[in-house]
C-alpha cells in the first residue's frame, strides 16, 4: 500500500482518486470544492485541508488540474517544496506541453521522478477504471508510474520523453473533434435527403466512414444506447473540454509550424457553440448546432 496525495477531484479526478483507494492505497485527497473532497472521503479517501498538507509524507502524488497555471502553480508553490527526494510525481491533466516539460524539469532539478500522463476515456472510464493514459517521461519514471496508473486505467502507453504524453492526447482530441463534426454532418445531410439515422449507421458502421465518433459515441439517439444523444447530450466529455483540447492542439501546431487546417475549422466550431451557452454538454451535442438548433 503506497501513500498517495491526490490533488484535483472533478468529474475525472473523483473517481481516479476512488479507483486508487478501492485498490488499498492511503489517497490523502484535496479539491477547492468540498464537496469534491467529500465525495472522496465516501469512496474511501483520507481528507487534506490544503494540497499541502495532502502531499507532505506521500510517496506518490497525483494531479488532474483544468490548465497549465494551474499545474505550474500547485507544484511550484504546493507539492516540491513539500515533499522528499525520491517522490513520484504523476500529472493527469491535460495542459500544453511547454507547461508539462517546465514542471518536469523543476522536478528533475530537486530529485524527483515525474510523468506527465494525460487520460482519454472520459467519466466512464475513469470510473470503470478503465482509462488509457498517454505518458511522457523517462523509461524509468514509466516504469515507476505504471503499477499506480494500471490501478485507473487499462491501456498505459510511454508517448516519449516529457511533454510527449500532452503532445500525444491534442493530436488524439484534435482526431477526435474534427471526427465528431464529420459525423454529425453526415447524419444531418442523411436527415435532408430522407434517409433514416440507422440506415446510415447500419452502412457506415461497417464501410469506410467506419470511426470512433460513429461507433462508439455516435451524435444521433437510437444507434448506440450508451452514447450521450440518449440523455439529452449529458457529459461523458464536455464541449468546453474539447475546445480546451482544439486551442492547446492549435496553440501547438502554431509553435511547430505545422499545418492543421481541420484542426483550426473545428476549433471555430466548437468556439461558436460553446458560446452559444453550451460548454456544459456533451460535445457530440455540437450536431444540433450543425442542425440549426
Request: charged share 15%.
Amino acid at each position: 500500500m503506497a501513500k498517495i496525495a491526490f490533488i484535483g477531484l472533478g468529474n475525472m479526478g473523483g473517481p481516479m482518486a476512488a479507483n486508487l483507494a478501492k485498490a488499498q492505497h492511503h489517497v490523502s485527497a484535496f479539491d477547492l470544492s468540498d464537496a469534491a473532497v467529500a465525495a472522496a472521503v465516501e469512496k474511501g479517501a483520507h481528507k487534506a485541508s490544503s494540497a499541502a498538507e495532502a502531499v507532505k509524507g506521500a510517496e506518490i502524488v497525483v494531479t488532474m488540474l483544468p490548465a497549465g497555471k494551474h499545474v505550474r502553480e500547485v507544484y511550484e508553490k504546493d507539492v516540491l517544496p513539500n515533499v522528499a527526494r525520491g517522490t513520484l510525481l504523476i500529472d493527469c491533466s491535460t495542459i500544453d506541453v511547454e507547461s508539462a516539460r517546465h514542471v518536469a524539469a523543476l522536478a528533475e532539478k530537486a530529485g524527483m521522478d515525474m510523468v506527465d500522463a494525460p487520460v482519454s476515456g472520459g467519466v466512464g472510464g475513469a470510473t470503470a477504471g478503465t482509462l488509457t493514459f498517454m505518458v511522457g517521461g523517462s523509461e524509468t519514471s514509466f516504469a515507476k508510474a505504471k503499477p499506480i496508473l494500471e490501478k485507473m486505467g487499462k491501456n498505459i502507453v510511454l508517448a516519449g520523453t516529457s511533454g510527449g504524453g500532452q503532445a500525444a492526447k491534442i493530436c488524439n482530441n484534435m482526431i477526435l473533434g474534427i471526427s465528431m463534426i464529420a459525423v454529425s454532418e453526415a447524419f444531418m445531410l442523411a436527415k435532408r435527403l430522407g434517409l433514416d439515422a440507422q440506415k446510415l449507421f447500419d452502412v457506415a458502421s461497417t464501410a469506410s466512414g467506419q470511426c470512433w465518433s460513429l461507433t462508439n459515441y455516435c451524435p444521433v439517439p437510437g444507434p448506440v444506447p450508451a452514447s450521450p444523444a440518449n440523455r439529452d447530450y449529458q457529459p461523458g466529455f464536455t464541449a468546453a473540454m474539447m475546445l480546451k483540447d482544439l486551442m492547446l492542439a492549435q496553440q501547438a501546431a502554431n509553435a511547430a509550424g505545422a499545418s492543421t487546417p481541420l484542426g483550426a475549422e473545428a476549433a471555430q466550431l466548437f468556439s461558436l457553440f460553446v458560446n452559444s451557452g453550451n460548454g456544459a454538454k456533451d460535445f457530440s451535442g455540437i450536431i444540433k448546432m450543425l442542425d440549426g438548433k
